[in-house]
């Protein structure tokens, strides 16, 4: 089912909404990210692996230390790498003080994560980041790793960067792996995908927020809740029931973070359980359309991030311009949001539509 089925099937509301929003919705006024990103990385620069979450072994944190390498970089392994307790990376003490040693590390220029799962919630309130703010680096992970870039968006307005993490590096650099090399050097984004014909048309600017659905949902009236207000929303997940999802947007929508947005991209929801379909029939599209029928902003869908193939790096807490079209989103990092910005622009990546799932 389209958008325009979908509308006719929710009688006068639907609509009230197909007439309320105007062919080209949004704005194009220029806006100014909130706190200056980290520096980006040059060759010989060093990056720490670590585990806040989920535990990753020897062996597979080698592939993310050899790619790592191979773009000039050089690596430290936490010592949360190869660790076990429960389904974690350590005890909540031992993630915390890994995670704390890199944050205080200024030799260390980025953090890369070795695992979502769960567990980056359990060691907030454990973390102190005074050596973070004074000195920021690049944090980079997503799924559980949302926990921090909500409260780091929040607290701090530092740029973060949401993207594959140690645990999924391969042998062989895919689009996931070279839009990270892209953003670690510091070439500024700009990408362009096939959507569905459940997408709003409008073009806007804003800053970029969010993550995971479930960990955005999870850090609701907390110091770490997101501010979404008058930013570009991105949400995605995996492994969710139909009814779980529409319940994290209903409680998204009535604590008022849908109301102000600049805008809306849905990345990949993989992976959804089955056994809801027979009573759920509504279509993940139609769930998320549903919540945000009423406003204006641009809309759009199928963008390739989250836990599929491919997971395409975004610097959230930065500035874009977001296009959607019919069939086609366009997502521009704006140039301008800081002074002097590093490297000159670079050419867009065209993604395929068909991307697969990958945890």
């Not at 990210?33 to 990056?47: M, Q």
Request: glycine share 10%; net charge neutral; aromatic share 10%.
């Amino acid at each position: 089912m389209d958008r325009r089925n979908f509308l006719q099937k929710m009688g006068p509301l639907g609509a009230l909404a197909a007439i309320s929003v105007p062919a080209l919705a949004g704005d194009t006024e220029p806006v100014r990210a909130s706190g200056h990103p980290p520096p980006y990385l040059r060759e010989g620069d060093y990056i720490g692996i670590t585990c806040p979450a989920g535990a990753i072994d020897q062996r597979d944190a080698r592939y993310s230390e050899v790619m790592l390498e191979r773009w000039g970089f050089k690596t430290r392994f936490g010592s949360t790498i190869g660790r076990r307790w429960q389904q974690f990376g350590g005890t909540d003490a031992e993630r915390a003080a890994d995670f704390q040693q890199m944050l205080d590390d200024p030799n260390l220029k980025a953090i890369l994560f070795g695992r979502g799962g769960y567990g980056s919630m359990r060691i907030m309130d454990k973390l102190n980041w005074d050596a973070f703010k004074k000195n920021p680096k690049w944090l980079i992970g997503y799924s559980d790793i949302t926990a921090f870039h909500c409260h780091v968006s929040r607290c701090f307005g530092i740029p973060t960067i949401h993207s594959r993490m140690a645990g999924g590096f391969g042998s062989q650099e895919d689009q996931s792996e070279i839009s990270l090399r892209n953003t670690l050097f510091g070439k500024p984004i700009q990408y362009e995908w096939e959507t569905t014909t459940f997408n709003r048309p409008g073009k806007t600017q804003g800053i970029l927020v969010g993550g995971n659905l479930s960990l955005i949902y999870a850090m609701q009236a907390s110091i770490s809740e997101l501010d979404t207000d008058g930013k570009i929303l991105f949400i995605e997940d995996v492994s969710e029931y139909k009814y779980t999802v529409d319940r994290m947007l209903i409680n998204l929508k009535r604590s008022g973070k849908l109301d102000n947005l600049k805008g809306l991209i849905v990345g990949g929801f993989t992976s959804i359980k089955k056994e809801d379909i027979a009573y759920f029939t509504m279509s993940i599209e139609e769930i998320i359309y549903e919540k945000v029928m009423e406003f204006d902003y641009p809309v759009c869908f199928n963008f390739p991030g989250g836990h599929q193939q491919p997971n395409l790096a975004l610097k959230l807490g930065m500035a874009y311009e977001l296009e959607a079209i019919v069939s086609i989103a366009k997502l521009t990092e704006v140039r301008n949001a800081f002074p002097n910005p590093p490297l000159p622009f670079i050419d867009s990546i065209a993604i395929p539509h068909s991307p697969s799932s990958n945890l």
